[in-house]
C-alpha cells in the first residue's frame, strides 16, 4: 500500500498547497485542463481545488471514454445484444449510460437481453468458450489503457480459434481529441479556450509514453505535465505547469515517473498496431466527429469484427439543446453554467456526457460539489 | 475508467498469469503486455492486466520529495495554504 497511500499524505499535500500559493503570480490567471476522468475524480474527491490559490482554475476536459461514446455506437451495442441467441460482454461502467429512447444495457438486461459484466476483456474467451453455439460479443470501449486489452483479446480469440466471438470496436485515441478541443473554431465564438495549460494522462501515457504530447507543447505553446492519479501527484503537477507558465515555457514534463516513460510500453503498443488501425472519422459525445480519433479492427482479423459480422445501422441521434456539454469538455463553461444541471440533468437521469459516468465533469461536481453552492432559486 | 492500482506480484501462474498482491488483496492478473515479469515485482493493473511495471526507484524518489516537503511543512512557520486552513482542514482521504 506504499505505493498508494504514500501519495496521499496529508502533510505533503498541505506543504505542496503552500509551495504552489507561493508560486503564483497574483495578477495572474492560471486555466489549467485535466484531460483524463481520473484526474477530475481525484480533485473533486480530494478537494484539490480548495487547496489552490483563487487564480488557479480546474478545467475538466473529455477524458471519459464512457461518457464520450457516441450514442448511436450505443444504440447499436443494444441491437448487438438483442440478436438471436446472443451475449453481450460489456465492462461495468456502460450498463447504466442512457441510449436513446431512454434506453440502456441494463434496461435491454432486464428485457431478456443476455449481458454480461466483465472486469477483465479476457472474460470474454471463457464466455464464448462456454457457449459454443452462440454469438458472443465483446462491448470495447476506453482509450490508450484499455485498448491493447482488446487487442490482446482478439489474437488470443484467433489462437484458440473461438469462431463465435466478436468484438465491437470503440476505442478512442486521446492526441486527437486534445487536438479538437484546441482547434475549435466554436470556442472562438464561447469565448477564448481557457486553457493555460495541461494535466496530462497518466496511465494514457504508461502506455503510449510522453512524446505524443510534444507536438502540442511545441504547436500550441501550452505545457503538459505528464501526471499521476493520486492527489500529490495532481499538486506537484500543478505546480510544475505553473512554473512553467510563469517562466514562459511549454514543454513536456513528466511528474509520473514511475509509471510513464518517453517511449510508453512499445509491447503493448506493438500489439495495437498489429490488431487495430485508425478509422477516418469518429464520432465523440460531446465533441462531433474527429479525424483519425477512433480504431477498428484490421482486415486480418475482420472474422472478429462485430461490424463486419453483424448488420450495424447506426442512426443518428439528437442531443438535447440545453446540455451544455460540449462547451464543458472544451473548458469554456462549467457545469454550474448549465440550465439542466442537477434539476432535469442528474447522475440517476443524466441527459449530458459529462453526467454519465462518475469521471464526468457534471457527475463528479453533482456527487461532491452540490453541496457547497446555493441552491437553485 | 483509466484508473489502476499498482500491485506486488506473488508469484507467476502459467502462461501470461500472474498471482498479485495489494493491501491483503490477491488477484490473477494478465502479464501479456509486460516482459520478464518475476515475483516481488511492481506492476500497475488497469481491468485486470499490467499495463506497465511501477518503477519502484522512481517511486521512491518522489516520495522522499514528498516526505521532505511534508517535513518543511511541519518545521515551518505555520502559514496555512491558501484556500485551506492548514494540515487539519484537509478533506477526508488523505493519509
Redo the contacts between chains.
Keep these: ?21 507561493a508560486a503564483v503570480v497574483p495578477r495572474r490567471r492560471y486555466h489549467l485542463m485535466e484531460f ?3 484526474h477530475t ?1 481525484a480533485i473533486f ?3 484539490v481545488q ?5 487564480n488557479i482554475e480546474l478545467v475538466h476536459g473529455p ?4 461518457c464520450v461514446l457516441a450514442v448511436p455506437r450505443l444504440d447499436a451495442a443494444i441491437e448487438l445484444a438483442a440478436l438471436p441467441g446472443a451475449i453481450l460482454v460489456s ?1 461495468g ?1 456502460m450498463l447504466r449510460v442512457p441510449a436513446s429512447r431512454r434506453r440502456s444495457l441494463l434496461k435491454a438486461r432486464a428485457q431478456g437481453a443476455d449481458v454480461r459484466i466483465a ?5 470474454t474467451l471463457d464466455i464464448a468458450a462456454a457457449h459454443p453455439q452462440r454469438p458472443v460479443i465483446f462491448f470495447a ?3 490508450e ?2 485498448t ?2 482488446t487487442a ?1 483479446l482478439i489474437r488470443e480469440a484467433g489462437r484458440r480459434g473461438l469462431e463465435n466471438l466478436s468484438v465491437f470496436c470503440n476505442h478512442v485515441v486521446t492526441p486527437a481529441a486534445i487536438a479538437a478541443i484546441l482547434d475549435e473554431p466554436r470556442v472562438r465564438e464561447w469565448g477564448r479556450a481557457r486553457v493555460d495549460g495541461f494535466i496530462g ?4 501515457s ?2 503510449i509514453g510522453s512524446r505524443p504530447y510534444e507536438h502540442f507543447a511545441r504547436e500550441y505553446q501550452r505545457p503538459v505535465v505528464i501526471a499521476g ?1 493520486e ?2 501527484d495532481v499538486l ?1 503537477s500543478i505546480l510544475m505547469l505553473v512554473r512553467q507558465i510563469n517562466e514562459g515555457r511549454a514543454c513536456v514534463e513528466n ?1 509520473f ?4 516513460t518517453s517511449a510508453g ?1 512499445t ?2 503498443q506493438a ?1 495495437v498496431a498489429d490488431v487495430l488501425e485508425l478509422r477516418p472519422r469518429f464520432a465523440w459525445r460531446g465533441l462531433g466527429e474527429l479525424p483519425y480519433s477512433g480504431l477498428r479492427i484490421k482486415p486480418h482479423y475482420g472474422a472478429f469484427d462485430a461490424e463486419r459480422r453483424y448488420p450495424i445501422a447506426e442512426h443518428a441521434t439528437v442531443e438535447n439543446a440545453a446540455c451544455q456539454c460540449p462547451a464543458i469538455i472544451r473548458g469554456v463553461k462549467k457545469p454550474t453554467d448549465c440550465a439542466i444541471f442537477g434539476t432535469a440533468c442528474t447522475p440517476r437521469d443524466p441527459i449530458g456526457a459529462c453526467m454519465v ?1 462518475a ?1 464526468g465533469a457534471c457527475a463528479a461536481h453533482y456527487k461532491y460539489r452540490r453541496a457547497a453552492q446555493p441552491a437553485p432559486a | ?6 500491485v506486488r506480484v506473488v508469484a507467476l501462474l502459467e502462461g501470461d498469469w500472474a498471482e498479485a498482491e ?2 491483503g488483496i490477491r488477484s490473477r492478473v ?1 502479464t ?4 520478464e515479469v518475476a515475483a516481488g515485482d ?1 506492476l ?1 493493473v ?4 499490467a ?2 511495471r ?3 526507484a ?2 521512491e ?3 522522499a ?3 521532505r ?6 518545521a ?1 512557520d505555520g ?6 486552513g ?2 487539519d482542514a ?2 477526508a ?3
Excluded at chain 1, 500500500?1 to 500559493?21: K, N, Q, S, T, V
Excluded at chain 1, 480548495?50 to 483563487?54: F, T
Excluded at chain 1, 477524458?63 to 464512457?66: A, E, N, R, Y
Excluded at chain 2, 475508467?1 to 499498482?6: D, E, S, T, W
Design positions: 500500500m506504499r505505493y498508494l497511500l504514500g501519495f496521499r499524505d496529508r502533510g505533503a499535500a498541505a506543504g505542496l498547497a503552500r509551495e504552489i500559493a483524463c476522468g481520473g475524480h474527491r480530494y478537494g480548495d487547496l489552490l490559490p483563487a477524458g471519459c471514454p464512457v465492462y461502467d472486469t477483465s476483456a479476457l472474460d470501449i476506453g482509450f489503457t484499455t491493447p486489452a490482446h494522462p497518466s496511465h494514457v504508461a502506455i492519479f492527489p500529490l506537484q511528474q515517473t514511475r509509471g510513464v510500453n509491447k503493448a500489439l459516468s469521471e | 475508467m483509466c484508473l489502476a492500482v499498482p495489494i493491501g494478465s501479456a503486455l509486460v516482459d511492481y500497475i488497469h481491468a485486470g492486466f499495463i506497465t511501477l518503477d519502484v522512481e517511486a524518489i518522489t516520495l520529495l514528498f516526505a516537503i511534508g517535513a518543511q511543512h511541519k515551518g502559514a496555512a495554504p491558501a484556500g485551506a492548514g494540515v484537509l478533506p482521504g488523505f493519509s
